[in-house]
């Protein structure tokens, strides 16, 4: 069984059926394995990397709105947001913009990371 980033990949073959058995993904052949990693690796990095900083931005945003308003109400105790507004903040800025992102976002195509392997060599290094 092969085990990277906490998930167990199985491939059932002649030894028996054990690393396959207690795996989380399952594959019958080996040349499954290549896809699994290569392009669901490719996609699981790039939209993880754009969310965390798309996170970082949301959270910046509504902090330095608040200290704004603090600074101007010489730090009492009133709140800018009611809350109300502070839940629908977070669903609003938090859950529809990553299923779009996850749904829609692809930098570079599938049949390119198939054909071409070596490709995510220069996207983990960060260089496309």
């Known amino acids: 069984m092969i085990q990277e980033a906490h998930i167990g990949l199985g491939i059932f073959g002649k030894e028996g059926r054990n690393a396959a058995r207690s795996a989380d993904f399952a594959f019958s052949k080996f040349k499954f394995v290549k896809r699994a990693l ?3 690796g490719y996609l699981y990095y790039t939209r993880l990397t754009t969310l965390v900083h798309y996170f970082f931005y949301k959270n910046v945003t509504l902090v330095t709105c608040t200290l704004f308003y603090a600074g101007s109400t010489a730090f009492s105790q009133s709140s800018l947001f009611h809350s109300i507004f502070l839940i629908f903040y977070n669903i609003f800025f938090t859950a529809f913009p990553i299923v779009a992102f996850g749904i829609f976002e ?3 195509k599938i049949k390119k990371l198939e ?3 070596d490709y995510y060599k220069y996207i983990n290094r960060g260089l496309i």
Do not use: D, F, S, V
Request: without cysteine.
């Open 115 to 117: 054909n071409n392997p």
């Open 106 to 108: 692809q930098k570079t």
């Open 38 to 40: 290569l392009i669901h």
